[in-house]
């Protein structure tokens, strides 16, 4: 069987092949597929109709990714591959989404879903009033929602940004720190504050921040609140309690989104079974505009050591709860 796919001559062929053909040597390897190029052509030739089929797809996609400016990194690559290899069923239809851009940073860096899980996510911020995403770290859980945040703020679809979360790890440390209250929580508020910036220069932030177009405060300062017309981001969530979680979700208010990201895998309350994240889904499984998000290792995107590690966690607690359970 024989298959053409035509390469725009804008590209190089490097960025479509790799460095040293690298993309190309791997994907003949793994498909079986001789990949050869002629005449602004690449030119495939097999034995197997679906090996064919799976190996033009993804060259197609990077050439779609590529030409929209988006140079991808061999992680990204072989995610591309793992998707395509394992979704044989929908060959034709298939698309790991990395071309829906949601927002550039200052230092004009487009920001898009690398992984399958992180396009539901941002498909399912643009479609919800209320999002929990759930995860471990690295998956992009807070940043794609700083970053979608941003875009609705620009955009004029909500007139604020607050962004919260519990300030558990302080516990009773908090009074001894020096400085005002505001002053001891901004360690904890920190990771906000970064997602922020990337988004919006320094001094626009101070500038909004002074007329309360962005908030950034702890959880305990949204008691007695109504929050309109705001996309609202809680961090960290596993860390709150049942009645801290109620008390959230209850101050939501008219023309509002909110978002809600943890890691249930990494609660610091004394007592795990006592957060709000790991019930709240049994109680708001059955409303309209409320959506749960999950994404695993498979959507860490920092350093793939960091995939590795949580594999690592996973096991050794398993097996540790597994030893608990026979004593």
Known sequence: MREYINVPQSLELVEVFGTYDNRLKFLKNKFNVNISYSENKIVLNGSKKENIIITKNILKEIIEIISDGHLLDWTEFQYIVSIYESEKGVLENKKTSYNKVINTTVSGLRIQAKT????????????????????????????????????????????????????????????????????????????LYDSLMDFINVDKVAEYKEKGIIEIVPLAYMRGRTLNNAFIILDEAQNTTYYQMKMFLT???????????????????????????????KILKNINNIDFIELDENDVVRNPLVKEIIKAYDNFEKTKGEKNEKK
């Open 116 to 191: 399958h899980g992180q396009s539901k996510y941002i498909n399912s911020m643009k479609k919800n009033d209320i999002v929990f995403c759930i995860g471990p770290a690295g998956t992009g859980k807070t940043y794609l929602a700083v970053a979608m945040a941003v875009d609705f703020l620009k955009t004029g679809r909500v007139q604020r940004i607050i962004l919260t979360r519990p300030a558990v790890e302080a516990g009773e440390k908090l009074g001894f720190l020096p400085g005002t209250l505001y002053e001891k929580v901004d360690p904890y508020l920190r990771p």
């Open 251 to 281: 101050r939501i208010g008219f023309n509002s989104r909110a978002v809600i990201t943890g890691d249930t895998t990494q609660i610091d309350l004394e007592n795990k079974k006592d957060s709000g994240l790991l019930i709240v889904r």
